[in-house]
């Protein structure tokens, strides 16, 4: 069955560093999203992509986040100068085209930012 | 907006005992739900989904659901529970005309022999 795959499974970073998570979604689908999950919270919705541009994002992802999807199967999460409290799991999701509300999001592994 | 709740953070049962792990959601607007399974250092694998149709919905690993409108639940039950079942299980719903899910906090079932 196709997956979604992330790279790295744990990124250790210093503070006011840049960060680059990466996802490669499954091949056919068409939008994508991230989400984290802070260490003993629920699941965050951070944003949504589709025809290479945001089409929703949370209060959460301000200017210090932006998303790319810089050739045919990657998608990329950078967070410009992380801050401790970026520390999480990041999880990278993917969907079919469609009906957009109604086809379920398939999401990866994750990858641990851990920020010092 | 929505919200759900996942009134359990734990549940602990014995193998091939019943279960069943309570959602309740709130929306404005009519829903999709969704239960996710995360096993230990794992992502999140779909376990099961209503979109409309019948309330009564199956998954995989013998997880079944059922969609109340009036009560506004989604409680997620399985008959016989095995040791592999233990993981972390999250009910989520996606309002109609948005993208993101909104999860609920999760319910750690733990299963002993």
């Known amino acids: 069955e196709p997956e979604v795959t992330q790279t790295p499974s744990h990124q250790v970073t210093q503070m006011g560093q840049e960060v680059i998570l990466r996802c490669v979604p499954i091949s056919n689908h068409l939008y994508f999203y991230w989400y984290r999950q802070i260490l003993g919270q629920k699941v965050e919705f951070l944003v949504s992509?589709?025809?290479?541009?945001?089409?929703?994002k949370s209060e959460i992802f301000d200017d210090q986040f932006s998303v790319e999807r810089p050739d045919g199967s990657n998608f990329t999460l950078k967070i410009r100068s992380t801050k401790l409290e970026d520390s999480a799991m990041y999880f990278c999701?993917?969907?079919?085209?469609?009906?957009?509300?109604?086809?379920?999001?398939?999401f990866g592994d994750g990858t641990r930012l851990s920020i010092l | 907006a929505q919200s759900v709740t996942q009134l359990d953070s734990q549940v602990p049962v014995f193998e091939e005992a019943p279960v069943e792990l309570r959602c309740n959601y709130s929306s404005s607007v009519s829903v999709y739900l969704f239960w996710y399974v995360q096993y230990p250092n794992q992502g999140l694998q779909l376990l099961l989904k209503?979109?409309?149709?019948?309330?009564l919905v199956k998954g995989i690993n013998g997880f079944e659901a059922e969609f109340n409108k009036s009560q506004t639940s989604f409680h997620l039950r399985k008959p016989s529970v095995h040791i592999s079942d233990t993981a972390e299980y999250f009910c989520?719903?996606?309002?109609?005309?948005?993208?993101?899910?909104?999860f609920g906090t999760g319910t750690r079932l733990l299963v002993s022999p």
């Open positions: 989520a719903v996606r309002g109609a005309g948005f993208q993101k899910l909104v």
């Open positions: 999701a993917s969907s079919a085209a469609g009906t957009l509300s109604n086809q379920p999001q398939h």
């Open positions: 209503y979109l409309s149709g019948s309330t």
């Open positions: 992509f589709y025809n290479n541009e945001i089409s929703e």
